[in-house]
């Protein structure tokens, strides 16, 4: 048998070999997340670990009525795909972006747990023609699969810190069903801060999920004296303008959120402070309608 044919041998078996290493898990079949919103795309999401609290995330979207791979989406606060995680306790909260996409249109997101558990995973995509699309799988990290009761969801309140910085928030405005404004502060040392930056091309992210059925709202801030109907919520995916990269960021701002059902919802919320990504946890619960 010639060198030539011996090296393709070989290298027929190394591949193979390395196959196992994604095809050996099961993917894991992914809930439709966005209360309110028409399902249109699928997911599967293949978890290879690769340390004892890190992973990577292989997310594969499919179109629902076609069955066909999605291979193009939309940028949308600078990002094709946001993935985000939870605890069942909703005490941890990850938030990571998908490096290159491949061509066949699966992501690869490599993602940190804080500490072991089973976490609520959402991926969050605008499939290019369907809009937003958000599937949730459950994800075990060093523990079992098994459910959490409600009772561990923290006490709401209306203040929240992260290093020096703390968020003062006012959900009172919460409405189901209807787009409503939280004004919120953000203060150093106890006074308005004064270096705050854009995170992904916006003064604040808010991560709403629903403690009772898991649903999920992603918005954003804007200034609070911005202009009625300047802002652009993440779930609506609008015009998906992002702010002036030299403009001053102010401490006051307005989150504009369209609860989807009355109940209690874990928020966190996310700014650039100091040159560092912050992020605030709060629970909310939005009242029935009258």
Known sequence: MSIKNLLAIGAAVIGTAALPSIAAQAPLKGTFALPGVTEKATAELVVRETGPLTRELLIAFTDKATG????????????????????????????????????????????????????????????KGLGQQVVRFEVPVGVATGPTALSQVPVGSAKGSD????????????????ESMMALTILKAGKPATDLGLYLGVPAHAVFVGTDDLGYVHAHAVAADAPKGGHAPHGAHGSGSHGDPKAAIPAQLMLHATPPRAGRYALWIQFKAGGEVRTVPFVVTVPAAS
């Open 163 to 178: 290093g020096p910085y703390t968020v003062n928030l006012d959900a009172s405005a919460l409405r189901v069903g209807a």
């Open 68 to 127: 066909r791979p999605i291979t193009q989406f939309d940028e949308e606060l600078t990002q094709e795909l946001h993935v985000l995680a939870t605890d069942t306790d909703f005490s941890s909260f990850v938030h990571e972006h998908a490096g290159k996409r491949g061509a066949d249109g699966r992501f690869s997101v490599a993602m940190r747990f804080p500490k072991p558990g089973t976490y609520h995973v959402y991926a969050d995509a605008m499939s």
